[in-house]
């Protein structure tokens, strides 16, 4: 690993004396972040939307098909039938209640890995900033600051891909970083340990220890490899979330639970309501079965739906302070 570090993974600041370099393409990771929601709290209208995913639409169109069909056989084809859908809702209020809290403890769950993501990836961008600012007196020279550097965002954009089992790709990556030192780092089990690995060797190799940067050759390791070591735990971290979904038996419970009562909601409101009972269960159906989909989208934080973390735009900000670093 040192032997191929020897020459810095850094070009020069600039591209042919006038345009700035970049570690990523500004172009592609703007149309990225675009497909993730954003809104103003302050607006009603930003956050009153109604949207049918695939997911929601299949059960939910077979459950209005299933009142509506009921509610021509008892009504229209055969009124003799109406006992059998005027029963007592009682039953169906105790259910919805227990319903209810199973439904807040799935969205809370669902929350709180969506929520340790957002701190996992704040944990590895702050450390990368506080690396790219404080470890530059410390390094013997500016090519073995901007390796370590280089690494380091080479390491948040492994990391991205990493975490959504996707190669990472060459249109995404700027001037400053090489596609063979990111292919040369993808060959590992686990990419983003593999540059922690990298950045060690730079920090380990390139630390000040002539005179009386002697002195302090100890604190500043310490230093980065502590922050290093920081980072390397938020991989653990996110692999967790990536690798842990939420138990089986728990979901299978809670949707055959909520498609039971839901189906058997019509035996209670077609003969009190009649033809008032389709557009009912259509509601109500599509507000229980909207709370599963949203859980579901955002227990898994790392990938690119809309409500997920927009990881792009924390590695432009992680880009923007490196390159700060290297320019001062």
Partial sequence: MAKCLQAPLLQDITVNGVQPARFLSEAHYRQ????????????????????????LLKPWLMLISFTIFLTKLCKDWNPEL???????????????????????FRTNAAYSRWW????????????????????KPMMKSKADFETLISQLVSFAVILKNFVRNEPTRVEELG????????????????PPLEVMAACSVTVREGIKTDGRDAYMANASFQTL???????????????RIKNTPTPYGYIATLRTFILLWLSTMPFTLIGPFGWVAPAAIALLSFLFLNLETMAMEIEQP??????????????????????DAIKQ
Avoid at 92 to 98: I, K, P
Avoid at 225 to 239: I, R, Y
């Fill in 32 to 55: 990225e972040l675009a497909k993730y929601r954003r809104y103003d709290p302050s607006n009603w209208w930003d956050t009153l939307h109604l949207h049918a995913s695939s997911f």
């Fill in 82 to 104: 109406l006992p059998m859908v005027s029963l007592n809702p009682m039953v169906h209020t105790v259910m919805g209640s227990a319903l209810s809290f199973i439904i807040v």
């Fill in 116 to 135: 340790e993501g957002r701190l996992l990836w704040g944990q590895v961008s702050n450390n990368i900033r506080s690396i790219a600012c404080r470890a």
């Fill in 175 to 190: 001037q400053l970083l090489q596609p063979h030192s990111l292919a040369r780092y993808s060959k590992s089990a686990n």
């Fill in 225 to 239: 490899t502590s922050a290093l070591d920081v980072m390397a735990q938020a991989v653990g971290g996110m692999e």
């Fill in 302 to 323: 790392f990938g690119d739906d809309r409500d997920d973390l927009p990881i792009e735009a924390y590695l432009l900000n992680i880009e923007s302070a490196c390159l």
